[in-house]
């Protein structure tokens, strides 16, 4: 028994299938969406952008590295985790680093890591919070713990004059609580922060 | 304190999966039941020549889905090696071939195991017109199939189990689209993005530069979750924050993952005539579901191993937002339905943690499993625990009122069978064959030692069991794993396909019995404990070995 009229063949009916929903699924969905999403929702559509003095600083939902040209963190930024994304939060290279966990290089990592920030901010290396010595699994994570933005008020204090009452409060200013009060963890987007960070006057 | 947040968050989800049950579980049983077409409908079976009233046997049900799914096969294929010419596709390349098949078998097959990174390797329109099409119609062939299987079961000496071009138009008009339409809008509110633009280059606030991409994600990242496809817009997949900006919209795309292959249950209680039958199922795979989750979150938040020792917590290839437990939910309702979707880095998971998902995607699929793969795969453990229980008691099985005989259980005993010789047959001749082996310890493995050999045994068993996800360190995109994993999954994906088809033909052409005293009932917790142990007893048999080999000893050693 075919289903066809007429016995059309199974592979003509297929390819017409094909076609017609390519063009339903493949074309007119995805622009309804994108005209939906430019006309209603353009900021998210857009990617959140942030803006200061009227240019684009980058997207609150991507990290960012706050590094000189040589890959050394720049002090008087607060600092993102580490990034496995290209050099360090290269948005065209979205990538956690895979390392399992008895991965020799991983473990190097983690200890070079936990050296560098003791020293940088002047703290016992086991005061470190945990995501500051792990890469997030996209390498645009653009948040930090609560903890490690709290830890890095000293240096960033010191290092911009400010008052460290003043940093700190700038930091529980921008901590955000758990979505709904109970889904995933607290966060501080740090390119916001860092926003704040460079409107504050001494 | 925060394991009350977790226990909240599984809550959250299971009072919206419960909501959902009866409603979509009974509006589906009606799409697929109903004799009445859409206007649109009409016009489109008028266009592609098909009479909507005619039904057909098992046989002609098959060929349209191999035809369908052929044809699918090279148009994907086509589009990724016309890539530089069509337009939106940011001056990238055309696909080069063994990537190509191995990503047009992948999209087809329902799996989406991704050999390549999007970012750089997939421009726009291959995605919305490839990739994102299969995403919507693999997904409607999945729940097709399942349909035609409970025909089977409701039908009496019949010759005919529906018509699958009905069957494919009604699952993506009535049912995938339209979600996807309102899912869309809802991710496009947390933050996700829909645009053509491109990358961006901006300076960041330090003074460095950054490119961010663009992309129509919103569109495709539903109906990735929905038709539990898996494969991301972007190279992290669900934890790229242009996906999965924040922890509801995690959450979401759980519930997304997980309401059509939870509903299913429903659909098939109608069918048949019997809600409770479809609890019965509905409990196996829940149970299974809660039971993996607490495993894999105890295991991650032990934090054993001594990476994730030193670092003080096993959050390596996780996100802030997300932490521990929105990264391990979403891990398993991945790897538990044939999603394959990632939020979180299963390769750098802890040794045992990492088990779990391999350990989900072995047992079949089936807790809740794929949009209709898991309804079908629980059936055929069904039919095997109707046997084993009638071995125990001497009387010859039935299941809702159909005979088990010999060619119902040489079919359902060849469903088993096939997954788990694609996986370890897989993984033993990608070290067996010396040139090969070669090629896979010097290029593809990324983590030296134990954890190597569970990376290769991760992609054969993801791709075997059209999950898709992956121990992504893995370099997959070699002529030997492009073309092994490509066999691989469209091996897993339509052998187990011609056999279910060929089971509800047979059951349909049955006549039913009337349930006696002697027959085992179904619908009690007696069945359900017995499907369970049938489950996990069969994957655990196959399996065991090879994960002795893999994570058991990475994680004990």
């Known amino acids: 028994m075919s289903s066809s009229r007429s016995g059309i063949p199974h592979y003509w009916v297929a390819l017409r299938a094909m076609l017609v929903l390519t063009v339903v ?57 580490p990034s496995a994304a290209g050099e360090g939060y290269d948005g065209g290279a979205s990538s956690g680093s895979n390392y399992g966990p008895e991965n020799t290089d991983l473990i190097a990592a983690i200890e070079e890591r936990k050296a560098q920030i003791a020293e940088f901010n002047s ?25 490690y933005a709290l830890l890095q008020v000293k240096r960033i204090a010191a290092e911009r004059n400010l008052a460290v009452e003043d940093v700190r409060a700038l930091v529980e200013s921008h901590i955000q609580a758990r979505e709904l009060g109970y889904l995933g963890e607290p966060t501080v987007n740090v390119l916001q922060l860092n926003i704040a960070l460079k409107a504050l006057k001494a | 304190m925060d394991v009350f947040f977790a226990v909240l968050q599984v809550a959250t989800l299971a009072l919206i999966l419960t909501l959902l049950y009866r409603p979509l579980g009974d509006y589906m049983a009606r799409i697929y039941t109903s004799s009445k077409d859409l206007k649109a409908e009409r016009g489109f079976y008028r266009v592609i020549g098909v009479d909507s009233r005619v039904e057909q046997t098992w046989q002609s ?126 991710l496009l509110v947390g933050g996700v993005i829909q645009n053509f633009n491109g990358f961006t280059e901006i300076t960041t606030l330090s003074g460095g530069l950054q490119n961010l991409p663009g992309g129509p994600v919103a569109s495709q990242e539903v109906i990735k979750n929905l038709g539990t496809n898996g494969g991301g817009f972007f190279n992290a997949n669900a934890s790229h924050p242009f996906e999965n900006p924040n922890a509801w919209t995690s959450l979401f795309q759980n519930v997304l993952m997980l309401m059509i292959p939870f509903s299913l249950p429903r659909t098939f209680g109608r069918m048949v005539g019997n809600h409770k039958q479809g609890y019965a199922i509905l409990a196996v795979m829940g149970t299974i579901f809660v039971a993996s989750l607490t495993f894999l979150t105890l295991f991650e938040l032990n934090g054993a191993g001594t990476a994730p020792e030193l670092a003080g917590g096993a959050m390596e290839g996780k996100e802030q937002r997300f932490g521990i437990f929105a990264s391990t939910l979403f891990g398993s309702t991945s790897t538990l339905t044939s999603t394959g979707a990632v939020n979180s880095m299963h390769d750098s998971y802890t040794s045992l943690g990492g088990m779990m998902p391999m350990l989900n995607m072995m047992l079949g699929e089936v807790a809740p499993g794929g949009v209709g793969s898991g309804l079908y795969g629980m059936l055929v453990l069904a039919i095997i625990a109707v046997f084993v229980g009638g071995l125990l008691v001497g009387r010859t099985p039935e299941y809702l009122g159909k005979k088990i005989g010999p060619k119902e259980i040489k079919l359902a005993s060849l469903y088993i069978l096939v997954t788990p010789t694609i996986v370890l047959l897989g993984t033993a001749l990608s070290f067996a064959i010396p040139a090969v ?121």
Do not use: C
């Open chain 1, 25 to 81: 699924l493949g074309v007119a969905y995805p622009l309804i969406i994108t005209g939906i999403g430019q006309l209603a929702l353009p900021a998210q559509a857009n990617g959140s952008t942030e803006t200061v003095d009227g240019g684009t600083v980058g997207s609150a939902l991507i990290g960012q590295s706050s590094s000189d040209a040589d890959g050394n963190p720049l002090p008087e930024w607060f600092q993102p985790r």
């Open chain 1, 123 to 147: 703290v016992n290396p086991d005061d470190i919070p945990v995501d500051a010595l792990t890469a997030s699994a996209s390498g645009l994570d653009p948040h930090i713990s609560p903890e």
């Open chain 2, 61 to 186: 049900y098959l060929r349209g889905v191999l035809a369908f799914s052929v044809v699918g096969l090279l148009f994907v294929y086509l589009l990724q090696r016309i890539q530089a010419v069509l337009p939106y596709s940011l001056g990238l390349p055309a696909v080069p071939e063994g990537l190509s098949f191995n990503t047009a078998a992948s999209f087809v097959a329902n799996t989406n195991w991704q050999s390549y990174s999007p970012d750089v390797t997939m421009g726009y329109t291959v995605q919305i017109a490839g990739l994102a099409v299969q995403n919507f119609v693999s997904a409607a062939v999945g729940i097709a199939i399942a349909i035609a299987l409970v025909r089977g079961f409701t039908r009496r000496e019949s010759t005919t189990i529906g018509n699958f071009w009905v069957d494919l138009t009604r699952g993506i008009l009535r049912l995938l689209l339209p979600l996807s339409m309102v899912g869309a809008v809802v």
């Open chain 2, 437 to 557: 082996r070669a090629d896979v310890e010097s290029t593809s493995i990324w983590n030296p030692g134990i954890h190597g050999l569970s990376e290769v045994l991760y992609a054969f068993t993801s791709a075997a069991n059209n999950n898709g996800s992956a121990f992504a360190g893995l370099t997959a995109n070699t002529p030997w794993f492009n073309t092994a994993l490509g066999v691989a999954m469209l091996l897993g994906r339509f052998i187990p396909i011609v056999l279910v088809l060929a089971l509800a033909g047979s059951l349909a052409a049955q006549d039913k019995v009337p349930a006696t005293a002697g027959t085992l009932p179904t619908h009690r917790p007696q069945f359900v404990g017995l499907l369970i142990g049938v489950t996990i007893i069969i994957t655990a048999l196959t399996y065991f070995p090879v994960l002795a080999l893999g994570p058991l000893a990475e994680g004990l050693q």
